[in-house]
């Protein structure tokens, strides 16, 4: 199955219209990346000689994790930005009250967790504990916890902020913030009823 690349216009004030060019360029790439391992899975994906520590089979299904989960994560972060300012929805929150005991120290949590990451930061619901956590990945594919439902996704890699904030995270972190749609997030919790 072919994935299509989504058209997302520039939607953020976190960034600028170069920025986010630039980092769609990359989003395009894993589109196009899940698309040829895909194609070769199905063509002919070798699996007689698989083995742990190197296989072509091996090597294919870790690019397929990772060039996916880049999709993924990359559309939800996409989708979760807008152009003014916006608060938290009721459901959401009532969740950040109840989780982290408010907008503040909920947010006060995922910048620390932003700053220490070197990949992705996500809100997510964790549905073995069932509970919402601020989750640090430092890879598409590692960090990840299963059965996690992502309901807020923030890049840190270099390549989201360098063009316009340099080697300053923390301003990048604080118009993100500022920045973050809460409609979606609100819709994302609303799909977990």
Not at 71 to 89: D, G, R, S
Not at 114 to 138: H, I, K, S
Request: hydrophobic share 35%; charged share 25%; with cysteine.
């Amino acid at each position: 199955m072919e994935l299509k690349a989504k058209h997302f216009e520039h939607n953020t004030m976190a960034v600028s219209a170069e920025q986010y060019a630039q980092h769609l360029k990359l989003y395009n790439g894993y589109v196009s990346k899940i698309n040829q391992i895909t194609a070769e899975l199905e063509k002919n994906p070798d699996t007689k000689d698989a083995n742990a520590t190197y296989s072509r089979y091996r090597s294919l299904k870790k690019g397929e994790t990772y060039s996916l989960d880049g999709v993924i994560l990359h559309e939800l972060y996409f989708q979760n930005m807008c152009k003014q300012k916006k608060v938290p929805c009721t459901k959401t929150t009532e969740m950040l009250n109840n989780s982290f005991g408010g907008f503040e120290k909920w947010r006060v949590d995922f910048t620390a967790c932003c700053q220490a990451a070197r990949g992705w930061c996500v809100l997510a619901y964790e549905q073995r504990t069932n509970t919402y956590r601020n989750l640090l990945q430092d890879l598409h594919d590692d960090g990840v916890v299963c059965m996690a439902y992502p309901l807020l996704v923030m890049d840190m890699y270099e390549h989201a902020y360098f063009l316009d904030y340099g080697t300053n995270k923390d301003e990048y972190i604080k118009n993100f913030l500022s920045a973050v749609d809460w409609d979606v997030v609100e819709k994302r919790i609303d799909r977990l009823r």
